[in-house]
Structures are given as C-alpha cells and as structure tokens.
C-alpha cells in the first residue's frame, strides 16, 4: 500500500470518485482531502453501543442508523464528514454513498477531533434544516452533551453523568449512559 500524506488537494468530483476506492476514510474540507484518525478501542465501543441501542429502538421506524462509514454531505461540493453515527428518518435520503439530511449527528471525541468536533464540525451540522441533536460523548471519562434545536431554532445544551438517562426527542428514545459505557475501560 502506498502511503499517502495526511492532505491532498483536489476537486469534489475527484474526492467522491476517487475516496470509495480507498482502504482508509478521508473527509473533504474545501478542496483538501483529510485522513480520518484512527480510534481507540473504547472510541469504538461507545460508537458501536450508540448505534445498536438507536438501531434496535428504531427497527420499526422510518430511520436509518449509520456508523463511521457513511458520510454526510454538510456544503454539497465543499464539506464531506464522517460522523461516528448518524441518522436520518428522510425519505429524500437515498444517495448509496451519503446522508444528506440527518436528524441526529453523534460524535465520540478524541484527544485529536474535539476541538473540530465541538468547533467547525457543529457549526457547519447546525445549518442542516433536519438537524435536531447532536451528541458530543466523552471517551476518557462518563459523560455526555446533547445540542437540541428549540422551537426558536436556538441550540440548547444538556448534560448527562453515569447516573442518568438521555432523551433522544429526535428519535423519541431514551437512552441509559451507563448503557453507552457497557464494556469501556476507563483509566485510573
């Protein structure tokens, strides 16, 4: 395999052409191409809890739940992401490669991708008109952020410990945190 850098220039028609053929993810930020980091065990397992517990609850529903390979179209031609799990209860959503009109966005954060995560990634999320909650959840210790569109098109803040419960109003679903953790090692 030929090692590539961590960014290359090119077009959108190139990107969606080209990044399916490849082994590893690459987001697309305004003509730059951007390696995907991997993650931790415990990124993963907190990613893969979240989208069993959410494709479980909506097996009967008109929703889709996707996990790190689907990505979402945020600037059609300028922003590619790859959420860690998505979803889209849209029948308009139908593209094989993409989401373009998710209802819930959730990212487990890293060391590496918070920043981007809490910063660029969630201001360019909340110009979805579908968008209702996007979930921030911690991976070094328990903890979780719900951003949830008010009435007034305001995002409003919730924050969840070990000890609580979570309600998803996107998806009608409440969530246990400790179920979110099942099987995540914390250090000491």
Known sequence: ?????????????EYLAWEPTQEERYEYWDGEVVAMSGGTRNHNRIA???????????VDRP????????KVQVEPGQKYFYPDVVVTCDDHDDDP???????LIIEVL??????ADRGLKFA???QFSTLQEYV??????????????N???QWVLYEYGLGDSLQLESVNLEIAIADLYRQVQFSE
């Open 48 to 58: 893969f809890n979240f989208s069993k517990l959410l494709d479980d609850a909506l």
């Open 124 to 126: 360019k999320y909340r």
């Open 1 to 13: 395999m030929v090692a590539l850098p961590d960014r290359l220039s090119m077009s959108v028609e």
């Open 136 to 149: 921030l959840v911690q991976v070094e210790q328990p903890g979780v952020e719900i951003f949830r569109r």
């Open 110 to 115: 890293s060391p590496s991708t918070e920043a």
């Open 151 to 153: 009435q007034q098109g």
């Open 97 to 103: 490669q993409l989401v373009q009109f998710p209802s």
């Open 63 to 70: 929703c889709e739940v996707y996990i790190a390979d689907v």
